[in-house]
């Protein structure tokens, strides 16, 4: 061992390796930081909704994913999430998948708070940060709003199951949605393939985002397309990784107007990852940018919470 540590061309070896090493772990952490794009809408609405069968909740229809499963196995799913998922069975994989694939019981929390609390959509600009399943998304169409955006971390999210729900939804045109009492009244899952009907104009009103939030927030803030800011910001079960909530608080502060709202919901405590809805209420508390409210809470199973967070001095 004294040989070994006296001799310098050892010593050497042992520092290239470790640089190295250190150089590596700094290359993946990067990838993980997924580059933001836009998707395009595609002009034959009826290929967006090939092969996809619809289950229905709350009146709403989104795909169902065992189909979305055996259909993205191979070309369809470029950032290979499906496999993934499934062969890990995980919903989560930091840095690769972020949960899109799943609709999690927080979204039906904040469209029950909607119905309740009133939120009036008619000519806002909303944006579904995180969306999934892009269900908060589609409620805001329904109710009006004059532009609504969706982001996703993961591309194959935006394209296998967000623009298909979007179409699948509302091609029809604005339809209310109701309560959560009309949960239980919701139509049966439809056999077979759907196919868009109706006009199609109401997709004029979206824009399709996938990425990193910090990437999102560059590409719309600087783009061609400028963005104005939005008035409402709906995210669901986002601040499960304290990791993640600096990048969220930032692309809150970018993108949100000055006397806009954002509507969050989340579980109190996310067992494993360790976030949770008062941990990121203190975050915001030390930013000093944001003031919160809790709206609503939830005390059926794991305890869930509603929160209202607007800029500090706004109306």
């Known amino acids: 061992k004294s040989r070994e540590t006296a001799d310098p061309a050892a010593d050497s070896s042992l520092k290239l390796a470790a640089a190295k090493h250190q150089d590596e772990a700094a290359s993946k952490k990067k990838l993980c930081v997924k580059t933001a794009k836009e998707h395009n809408i595609p002009k034959d609405l009826n290929k967006v909704l090939e ?82 399943a892009g269900l908060l998304g589609i409620v805001a169409l329904q109710g009006e ?32 949605m109701g309560s959560g009492k009309d949960r239980k009244a ?29 990437q999102v927030s560059q590409l719309l803030l600087n783009s061609n397309k400028p963005c104005s800011k939005y008035d409402i910001i709906l995210t669901s079960e ?43 209420e203190k975050f915001i508390e030390e930013k000093n940018v944001f003031r919160t409210s809790m709206v609503k809470t939830i005390d059926q199973g794991l305890q869930r919470c509603i929160m209202e967070i607007a800029f500090k001095n706004s109306c």
Request: charged content about 25%.
């Open 238 to 280: 986002t601040i499960y990784n304290p990791d993640y909530y600096s990048a969220l608080h930032d692309t809150l502060a970018q993108l949100l107007d000055r006397n806009g709202r954002v509507y969050l919901a989340s579980k109190v405590h996310y067992f494993g990852v360790g976030g949770g809805i008062y941990l990121f």
């Open 145 to 176: 709003a004059a532009r609504v955006h969706f982001q996703d971390y993961n591309s194959t999210v935006i394209d296998e199951i967000t623009l298909p729900n979007v179409v699948a939804n509302c091609v029809h045109g604005g339809r209310r």
């Open 186 to 214: 919701s139509k049966p899952p439809s056999k077979r393939p759907r196919k868009a009907q109706g006009s199609p104009d109401v997709l004029k009103r979206c824009r399709f985002f996938s990425g990193e939030w910090s």
């Open 51 to 132: 092969n996809k069968v619809l289950e229905t909740v709350l009146d709403l229809s989104y795909v169902k994913l065992s189909v979305v499963e055996m259909t993205c196995l191979g070309d369809a799913d470029s950032e290979g999430i499906v496999s993934k998922s499934v062969s890990s069975h995980s919903d989560l994989i930091p840095g690769v998948y972020e949960g899109g694939l799943k609709i999690w019981e927080c979204t039906f929390d904040l469209m029950d708070y909607f119905s309740e609390a009133e939120i009036e959509f008619t000519n806002r600009t909303v944006l579904d940060l995180g969306c999934g």
